[in-house]
């Protein structure tokens, strides 16, 4: 199986400052369509994962444009330009280029 | 609006079964891989099953082969895991998704808590 190593796995942040996850898989995400299927969810305490970027950089709807995604090959990084309180929560890559599909062990975001 | 309630989740004694539910409206169920995502307390993610849209083709993760079974009705919007001679291994928050895991992989349930235990 592919493994997703996520770093850091802890993350305290100051209310408007910016935040970045770093995620590496072990295989390169590269499907034989061309496409990288390289996700990223927000997990809040006491819910369901909720997906804010699909194949690297695409928003999913309503999501902010705080977020952004960029990366390619095995190389991968979540960005929050400005931490708000609503962020704190678990974040994790997941790869769906290979089956099965796999997560990073997740980053856990919190304020300081 | 798009939503996946999960039903089923129990306390089952390990080598038992059990059966999840997932009801799904808002969206075109048949047009849809769908699957199921598990995680165990306090853990990560694990894909475990997913289904083509119209039930030809199955794929699971190792761990469980052979016991588990994923299945739809598309008539009744409707995607199940049958889940047979369960152990402590299979505790664990499953959660139903949309999507196969490639493609679309959103929304996903509410979740419903599985324990295997004696």
């Known amino acids: 199986d592919v493994v997703m190593t996520q770093s850091p796995l802890s993350l305290p942040v100051t209310l408007g400052q910016p935040a970045s996850i770093s995620c590496r898989s072990s295989?390169?995400?590269?499907?034989?369509?061309?496409?990288?299927?390289l996700n990223w969810f927000h997990q809040r305490p006491g819910q369901s994962p909720r997906r804010l970027i699909y194949?690297?950089?695409n928003r999913d709807s309503g999501v902010p444009d705080r977020f952004s995604g960029s990366g390619s090959g095995t190389d991968f990084t979540l960005k929050i330009s400005r931490v708000e309180a609503e962020d704190v929560g678990i974040y994790y890559c997941m790869q769906g280029t290979h089956w099965p599909p796999t997560f990073g062990q997740g980053t856990w975001v919190d304020i300081k | 609006e798009v939503q996946l309630v999960e039903s089923g989740g129990a306390l089952v004694q390990p080598g038992g079964s059990l059966r999840l539910s997932c009801a799904a409206s808002g969206f075109t169920f048949s047009s849809y891989w769908m699957s199921w995502v598990r995680q165990a307390p306090g853990k990560g993610l694990e894909w475990v099953a997913n289904i083509k849209e119209d039930g030809s083709l199955q794929n699971y993760v190792d761990s469980v082969k052979g016991r588990f079974t994923i299945s739809r009705d598309n008539a009744k919007n409707s995607l199940y895991l049958q889940m047979n001679s369960p152990t402590a291994e299979d505790t664990a928050v499953y959660y139903c998704?949309?999507?196969?895991?490639?493609?679309?992989?959103?929304?996903w349930g509410q979740g419903t808590l599985v324990t295997v235990s004696s």
């Open positions: 194949k690297v950089s």
């Open positions: 998704v949309r999507g196969g895991g490639r493609g679309v992989s959103d929304p």
């Open positions: 295989q390169s995400l590269v499907h034989s369509d061309g496409n990288t299927y």
